[in-house]
């Protein structure tokens, strides 16, 4: 299970990265700074990096899957 989660996850940033890379970000639906629908996740999708929480997350899983395993084996 551990692996298959550490490669989901790893292949679904790539994937998201490539995307963006080949211009999706150019075709973004998200709303304009001063529009009505302009939010704090709009607003944060404008200051951060595609790889920013990439670090942060996959220390959260393997923080999470030692855990588990830990409470598995007693």
């Known amino acids: 299970m551990f692996l298959r ?4 996850y790893t292949l679904g940033h790539a994937q998201s990265v490539a995307v963006l890379r080949l211009g999706a970000a150019a075709r ?3 709303p304009s700074p001063g529009e009505p629908d302009d939010n ?22 393997l ?5 588990a ?6």
């Open 5 to 8: 989660c550490l490669r989901e």
């Open 28 to 30: 973004s639906r998200k």
């Open 40 to 61: 704090v996740p709009a607003e944060a999708a404008d200051v951060t990096e595609p790889d920013d929480h990439f670090e942060l997350g996959l220390a959260a899983m």
């Open 63 to 67: 923080d999470g899957l030692q855990s």
């Open 69 to 74: 395993q830990a409470a598995n084996t007693g």
